[in-house]
């Protein structure tokens, strides 16, 4: 079965520096991956996904995420952190369940607190 | 204009009772999902459906029954609630089940069995 892994519970940043939230993925066949963000009281919100292409995906809210095949790597970037950005981040790989259809599978979030 | 939406958004009862939480979606998604996020923020699917047929169903107690009365509503009835049903469930909807595409969530009920 597919997973994915976000090695960081908690993930502190200063204002205006460069974020990164890590996820690692295993997947057997093609990895389609995807971002969503958590704020407070709120669903998941999508932020981007990467399908093939391009290892360099562009999303929502200038949040980035490189996909890296050798390591098996899909980690969320942003160039320069807002405190707005303070939230849950979810990793998700797409699987296929024994019925042939697919589902998504969420990692275990990562909080990141951008702080002022 | 919600594109998903869930009702109650709280809901706090006592073991041994049945409730139920909606959800429709007005996005003209062919699939809708119920999951559920625990105290640690984990996120579990539980069901999902497709143009109101049953496709996932998870290692999920049966005294919760999923029930879509049209492709736009999928509702979750949970009998004899137990302290362990204490969670955030969340509604999503994706357009089709095969093309790799977003989730969208709703809002989430927040349900406390005391």
């Known amino acids: 079965a597919q997973s994915v892994a976000q090695p960081e519970d908690q993930v502190n940043v200063a204002e205006g520096n460069p974020l990164t939230v890590k996820c690692t993925y295993s997947?057997?066949?093609?990895?389609?991956l995807f971002w969503y963000v958590q704020y407070p009281n709120r669903g998941l919100q999508f932020l981007l996904k990467?399908?093939?292409?391009?290892?360099l995906v562009k999303g929502s809210y200038g949040f980035e995420a490189e996909f890296n095949k050798s390591q098996t790597s899909f980690h969320l970037k942003k160039p320069s952190a807002l405190v707005s950005d303070s939230a849950l981040y979810f990793c998700a790989v797409r699987d296929p369940s024994t019925s042939g259809t697919y589902k998504y599978i969420f990692g275990t979030g990562t909080r990141l607190k951008v702080l002022a | 204009d919600t594109a998903v939406s869930q009702t109650p958004k709280y809901l706090v009862t006592q073991m041994g009772n049945d409730k139920s939480i909606k959800c429709e979606q007005n996005l003209g998604h062919d699939t809708m999902y119920w999951y559920k996020q625990d105290s640690k923020k984990f996120l579990k699917i539980m069901f999902s459906?497709?143009?109101?047929?049953?496709?996932i169903n998870e290692t999920v107690p049966n005294r919760f029954s999923p029930k879509s009365p049209d492709k736009a509503h999928l509702n979750l009835h949970i009998n004899s609630l137990e302290l362990g049903d204490s969670a955030v469930y969340f509604c999503?909807?994706?357009?089709?089940?095969?093309?790799?595409?977003?989730?969208?969530f709703g809002n989430g009920t927040r349900l406390t069995v005391t």
């Open positions: 999503a909807s994706s357009q089709d089940r095969f093309r790799i595409l977003s989730l969208h």
């Open positions: 459906y497709n143009n109101k047929e049953l496709i």
């Open positions: 997947v057997s066949g093609n990895p389609y």
């Open positions: 990467y399908i093939t292409g391009d290892n």
